[in-house]
C-alpha cells in the first residue's frame, strides 16, 4: 500500500570508471562478462579504479568555482548535479531553496608535494615542529583548507547549485552513507522534508587515500580479483575506486505533483554498530536483515561489500545462508567508494527495480544468476572497518 | 501539569543533562564561576612551538592527559568527560544510555607526530611510497583509528552504551548545534524517547592554526591574550582558535518527567539555513542568517518579541559580528537595542565544531541561574553596531528564553531556542 509520505526516489547522479549517469552504468553492469577499468600501475602494488574523464563545465559553469576545489569536492558537486538535473530540480529556485541536504563525507586532499618536503626535510632536524611552522606558513595554498573541509563539499554544492533548504555532512565512512540515507529518509517521512539531496564521493587516486586504509593494512595488493575471491590473497582485501552517487528523494506526494518520473520507493533502511570485536558481526548483519522485512521469495541483493577480509567473509557468510538472496558485489566493477557506498547500492538497486531486470553475476564463481523483474531489491553497506546497514528499494 | 506536546503536536523535549569543558575548566561549577566573573581562558599556546607564526594565542585545553596526544584522542576525551557530567546530571546509567548518540567532531587527519614517526622508522625510498609500505607493516591499530571519520564516536558508543549506528557530524561552526538539532528531531519523530547529543574539538594543532591564518581568520592581538577575543568591538581583528566541549541529555518531557528527572530547561526549537554565497563569507544582505533565526522562532512557537537574551555567535572576526547584527536587527527591529546580546567567546574562543553545544550549554544555565554572562573586552565598541551586549560585567536578570546561534564556513547555519520551563 503506498502513502503520500512514502520516500521516493526521483533523481539519480553516478560517477564511477564505469562512466557517468544511470544509462551508462546500466549498459556496462548489464553487459555478460564485463571486465572493470583498473590501474595497477599507478599506485603498484595496489590497484584502483579510476576517475574516467569528465568535462566538468557540464555541471560546474564556473572555473573560478573549479579551481576552489580539489577533485573530491569536484566529484561530488558534479554528480549532485547530475542528480538535480535528473530529478528535474536544477535551476528551480523554489525547488532548491526549500530542498534539505544530508552529505556523507570525509576529509579532502591534501596537498601531497608539500608534505613529502617537510618528510623528506624531517630527515636531518631534529626540530620537526618548528620545520612544521616553517614550511605550511610558507608553502600552503591559503584556500587549500577550503578544498579539505568535509562540510565543504555540502558548501559547494550549495554554492554551485543553490540548494540551501539546509546542509548538514555525516562522517564515518561506509556508515556516514546509510545514516544520511536513513536520515533524509526519515525526514521525508515524518512530514519535515519534502525533497532531500543525499549522497557522497570519494576520489582514491591520491595517497593519503589509500594511507588511510593501509593504515591497518586493509588494501588489497597482487594481481586484482573480484570482490569475493580476496581471502587468503596478499594484503587486506579493499580495492578501490573514485566515485560518487547522489540521489533525490522525495515524498511521493511531493513527486507525483510535480509529474516526475518516480524510479523506485526507498523502503525501510536500516543501520547497526555491531561490536565486532567480541565477534558480533554476522549476528549483527543478520538481525538488520530481520529488521528490513524482506519479502518472501528471490530476492536480488546488490551488496557495497569492500572485500576487507573479516567484514566481506562475514557478510556473505549471512547472505548465503539465506538462499533467496542472488547477491551482486558492485565493488567488483567500481572499486570501493567508501561514504559513496550505500547510496550507490541505494542507485543500483533503485535502476533495477525501475528497469524490472537484475544485473548479470559479476563474479561467476560467487555468484549465482538471478532470473525475472525484480519487484524488490535489497541494498547492504557493511563497513571494511565498522558500522553497517541495509536498505529495501521496492517498484514504485 | 505541563503540556507534552509542543505547538506543533511534537513531543516536547527537555534537557535532563548538561556538560561542559573549555579552557576556563571541566565541568559547569567551574566554568560558570569564571564566565560569569568575566575571566578569559585564552592564553599563549605552550603545545607546539610557535616559531613563524602570526597568531601565539589559543583558548586550547591544556591541563587533560590527552591535551598533549593529537586531535582525536584529545576530542575524545574532551567529548567523554562531558558527556559523564552530563549522563550524571541526568541520573542515566552511564554505561547503558540507551538512545542514540549524535557527535559533532572535527574532521580526522593523521597526526604529524605519527606522520613524522612512521616516515622515520624506515629510510628506503621516499615520499608517499614509504609512508604507505611502513603503513601496512603496522601491528596496532591505534594509528588507524586516529584516522578514521567514524571512531570517536564508535568508542563513545562502547563508553556510553548509546544505541544504534552513532552519527558523527560537521557543519563547521554550526556543528554542536546541528548535533542538538538531530537529538531533538529523533525524539520528536519518537524514534526514541532520549539522545544524547555532544559537540567536542580538540584539534587545535599547529596545522590547524596555520590553514586558518592562512584564511586571515584569527586574531593576532598576541601582547594580551585575554584581550584578543573581543566581539562586537571597533578593533576586532579575527577570532582566536579554542577546544572545548558541551554535551546535553536531551529526554521526551513524557519520558523525563515519568521517571522523576530533574527539568534544566526545553529544546523549543531548532532552524537552519544554508548559505549559497561564498566558502568563507556569507551573503552581504545576511538573509541566510536572518532566514536560520526566523526558522528557528518559526519551530519554536514563538515571536520575536518572546526571545529575552540571544547567545551570539560573536566570533570576533570583522565579518560575522557585522552579519550577525544585521540579521538581529532585521529580525528584532528596534528592539535589538534594547535586549542583551552577549558573546561566550569573549572569554572562551571560538571552540569550532564543540561551539554550538557548549554555548547552548551555557544558555541553559543563563536561564537556570538568572544571569547572563558577559561579552568582555568591549572597550572601543564599534559604533556600526549598536547591541546591548551586556559589556564586560555580568548582569543578574530573569530570562524565560534564549536564541543561541551559529554560522559556519561553507554557509552552514543554526539557530537553537532554549527555554526556561515548559509551556
Known amino acids: ?396 | 501539569m505541563a503540556n507534552l506536546r509542543d505547538h506543533m503536536g511534537r513531543p516536547i523535549v527537555a534537557v535532563t543533562g548538561i556538560g561542559v569543558v573549555t579552557s576556563l575548566g571541566v565541568g559547569k561549577k567551574d566554568n560558570w564561576a569564571a564566565l560569569t566573573s568575566g575571566k578569559s581562558g585564552i592564553h599563549p599556546i605552550t603545545r607546539f612551538p610557535v616559531d613563524h607564526l602570526n597568531t601565539r594565542i589559543s583558548g586550547m585545553v591544556d591541563f587533560l592527559p590527552s591535551s598533549s596526544k593529537g586531535a582525536s584522542h584529545l576530542t575524545y576525551e574532551l567529548a567523554e568527560t562531558a558527556a559523564q557530567e552530563a549522563v550524571s546530571e541526568a541520573g542515566l546509567d552511564s554505561g547503558d544510555f540507551a538512545g542514540p548518540l549524535f557527535l559533532a567532531s572535527p574532521p580526522v587527519e593523521l597526526d604529524w607526530a605519527d606522520r613524522f614517526s612512521l616516515y622515520n622508522s624506515d629510510k628506503n625510498d621516499g615520499g608517499a611510497e614509504r609512508l604507505l609500505r611502513v603503513a601496512r607493516g603496522l601491528k596496532e591499530l591505534d594509528i588507524f583509528e586516529t584516522t578514521q571519520f567514524g571512531s570517536i564516536a564508535d568508542r563513545l558508543a562502547d563508553r556510553f552504551g548509546t544505541r544504534g549506528l552513532p552519527i558523527t557530524l560537521s557543519t563547521a561552526c554550526a556543528s554542536g548545534a546541528t548535533a542538538i538539532q538531530l537529538g531533538v528531531e529523533a525524539i520528536r519523530r519518537g524514534e526514541c524517547d532520549k539522545a544524547l547529543s555532544i559537540g567536542a574539538d580538540g584539534s587545535a594543532t599547529a596545522e590547524a592554526l596555520i590553514r586558518f591564518s592562512l584564511l586571515s581568520a584569527l586574531s593576532t592581538h598576541n601582547d594580551i591574550p585575554e584581550k584578543a577575543s573581543k566581539p562586537f568591538s571597533k578593533d576586532r581583528d579575527g577570532f582566536v582558535l579554542a577546544e572545548g566541549s558541551g554535551a546535553l541529555v536531551l529526554e521526551s518531557l513524557e519520558a523525563a518527567l515519568a521517571r522523576g528527572a530533574t527539568i534544566l530547561g526545553i529544546m523549543r526549537g531548532c532552524g537552519e539555513r544554508a548559505d549559497d554565497f561564498h566558502r568563507t563569507r556569507s551573503k552581504p544582505d545576511a538573509s541566510p542568517a536572518i532566514a536560520t533565526v526566523r526558522a528557528a522562532l518559526a519551530d519554536a512557537g514563538l515571536s520575536e518579541d518572546e526571545i529575552d537574551y540571544v547567545n551570539a555567535h560573536g566570533t570576533s572576526t570583522p565579518e560575522n559580528d557585522k552579519m550577525e547584527h544585521l540579521s538581529l536587527s532585521t529580525v528584532f527591529g528596534e528592539r535589538v537595542g534594547s535586549m542583551p546580546i552577549s558573546s561566550n567567546k569573549s572569554m572562551i574562543g571560538h571552540t569550532l565544531s564543540a561551539a554550538g553545544a557548549v554555548e547552548a550549554a551555557f544558555s541553559l544555565m543563563t536561564m537556570r541561574e538568572s544571569v547572563i554572562p558577559p561579552t568582555i573586552n568591549y572597550d572601543n565598541p564599534d559604533p556600526a553596531i549598536v547591541l546591548d551586549v551586556v559589556p564586560n560585567k555580568k548582569r543578574n536578570a530573569e530570562v524565560g528564553t534564549v536564541l543561541s546561534n551559529s554560522f559556519g564556513f561553507g554557509g552552514q547555519n543554526t539557530c537553537l531556542v532554549m527555554a526556561r520551563e515548559p509551556v
Not at chain 1, 93 to 122: F, H, K, Q
Not at chain 1, 196 to 213: C, I, K, N, P, W
Open chain 1, 1 to 396: 500500500m503506498s502513502s503520500p509520505h512514502d520516500v521516493v526516489i526521483t533523481g539519480i547522479g553516478l560517477i564511477s570508471s564505469l562512466g557517468e549517469g544511470p544509462d551508462a552504468h546500466w549498459q556496462k553492469l548489464t553487459q555478460p562478462g564485463f571486465q572493470p577499468v583498473l590501474d595497477a600501475a599507478r599506485f603498484a602494488p595496489y590497484t584502483i579504479h579510476p576517475l574516467p574523464e569528465i568535462d566538468w563545465n557540464l555541471q560546474i559553469a564556473k572555473r573560478g568555482d573549479q579551481r576552489q576545489m580539489e577533485t573530491w569536492q569536484r566529484l561530488g558537486t558534479y554528480a549532485a548535479g547530475l542528480a538535480l538535473d535528473d530529478a528535474g530540480i536544477k535551476g528551480n529556485d523554489e525547488l532548491c531553496t526549500t530542498m534539505d541536504m544530508v552529505v556523507a563525507a570525509g576529509g579532502g586532499e591534501r596537498d601531497e608535494a608539500v608534505d613529502a618536503a617537510i618528510l623528506a626535510a624531517s630527515e636531518s632536524r631534529n626540530d620537526r615542529d618548528v620545520l612544521l611552522n616553517e614550511k605550511l606558513t610558507t608553502e600552503l595554498r591559503p584556500t587549500l583548507f577550503l578544498a579539505q573541509l568535509s562540510n565543504l563539499l555540502a558548501g559547494n554544492i550549495s554554492i554551485v547549485h543553490k540548494v540551501t533548504g539546509s546542509s548538514r555532512t555525516f562522517m564515518g565512512e561506509e556508515g556516514a552513507g546509510v545514516s544520511a540515507v536513513e536520515t533524509a529518509a526519515a525526514r521525508i517521512r515524518s512530514g519535515q522534508s519534502t525533497h532531500v539531496l543525499v549522497g557522497g564521493a570519494f576520489q582514491t587516486e591520491h595517497s593519503d587515500m589509500l594511507l588511510g586504509y593501509e593504515l591497518a593494512g586493509y588494501l588489497h595488493r597482487g594481481p586484482w580479483r573480484p570482490v569475493w575471491q580476496r581471502q587468503g590473497a596478499e594484503g587486506g582485501g579493499v580495492v578501490t575506486g573514485s566515485g560518487s552517487a547522489f540521489l533525490v528523494l522525495e515524498q511521493r506526494e511531493h513527486a507525483k505533483k510535480r509529474g516526475r518520473k518516480i524510479y523506485a520507493e526507498l523502503g525501510p533502511v536500516v543501520s547497526g554498530r555491531a561490536r565486532r570485536r567480541q565477534g558480533e558481526l554476522n549476528s549483527g548483519i543478520a538481525a538488520l536483515l530481520k529488521q528490513a522485512h524482506l519479502p518472501d521469495g528471490d530476492l536480488l541483493t546488490i551488496s557495497a561489500a569492500s572485500g576487507a577480509h573479516v567484514a566481506t567473509a562475514a557478510e556473505k557468510a549471512v547472505l548465503d545462508a539465506n538462499p533467496a538472496l542472488a547477491v551482486r558485489a558492485f565493488s567488483t566493477l567500481t572499486g570501493h567508494m567508501k561514504e559513496a557506498q550505500f547510496p550507490f547500492a541505494v542507485a543500483l538497486a533503485a535502476m533495477a527495480v525501475d528497469r524490472g531486470a537484475g544485473y548479470p553475476v559479476f563474479d561467476a564463481t560467487a555468484e549465482r544468476p538471478f532470473e525475472g523483474a525484480p519487484n524488490s531489491v535489497l541494498a547492504t553497506a557493511i563497513g571494511y572497518h565498522q558500522f553497517e546497514g541495509l536498505g529495501l528499494i521496492k517498484a514504485a
